[in-house]
């Protein structure tokens, strides 16, 4: 039997066609046939999707071993590692169309680092697509103004995070490393919005861009050297 591990989440599989779950709207920011760099290739839920669904060429890098196996026979090229590590940034050089970081900047110690790191990996009119949780999201809220800023098993406060992003300091990292950025939306939920039904509203909410830093679960930007 497979061990567990941390990245073993149930993906619906509907969200690669949804543009209001992180991986449907990284999915068509990226494209098809691309070479893809992806950090944090977990078991290869996303991996799978790109090279079978989206016929594009995916390196990927995976901290836990575990996981990476699990992931390998979907890329073309998969390394186990840090991915901070000096010796895993020394075998990304590319030229990649995109790089993909999925939730895991803000498990990293320095991300401004590896964004100014792999700047020389991007192949000519190439890029990043990250999501990232928004701190700010509406639920943060609520548990600061009740005194509460408590870690969780997964979501905004997992406790695995080392750093936090609102819309507003991703776009500053993101500058400060180089990069400008060509699109930012957002992952939308609402208060009780699977018992009331009401995912049809905050899609439609996030096609309109309507108070993205309250209402943004996560964060998805796509970001061009500048």
Not at 118 to 144: F, M, Q, T, Y
Not at 161 to 178: Q, V, Y
Request: charged share 20%.
């Amino acid at each position: 039997m497979t061990s567990e591990t941390p990245y073993d989440l149930t993906v619906d599989p509907r969200a690669a066609h949804d543009r209001n779950h992180p991986i449907g709207l990284a999915l068509d920011w990226i494209g098809t046939g691309r070479a893809v760099l992806e950090l944090g290739s977990a078991t290869g839920y996303v991996t799978r999707l790109l090279s079978q669904e989206r016929g594009c060429t995916v390196t990927g890098v995976e901290y836990m071993p575990e996981a990476a196996e699990r992931a390998r026979p979907f890329a073309q090229r998969l390394i186990v590692g840090d991915v901070e590590a000096p010796e895993v940034l020394a075998q990304l050089t590319g030229p990649y169309d995109v790089i993909l970081a999925g939730d895991l900047l803000e498990h990293l110690r320095a991300p401004e680092r590896l964004l100014a790191a792999l700047r020389p990996a991007l192949a000519p009119g190439g890029g990043w697509v990250i999501s990232v949780p928004n701190v700010a999201h509406w639920s943060v809220r609520k548990e600061l103004l009740l005194g509460r800023f408590d870690y969780t098993a997964r979501g905004i406060m997992d406790r695995s995070h080392l750093r936090w992003f609102t819309r507003r300091s991703l776009t500053r990292m993101l500058a400060a490393a180089g990069y400008r950025i060509q699109r930012l939306s957002g992952v939308y939920t609402l208060p009780l919005q699977d018992q009331l039904g009401l995912r049809g509203l905050a899609a439609r909410l996030r096609e309109r861009n309507w108070l993205p830093g309250l209402l943004s679960y996560q964060i998805v930007a796509q970001a061009a050297p500048a």
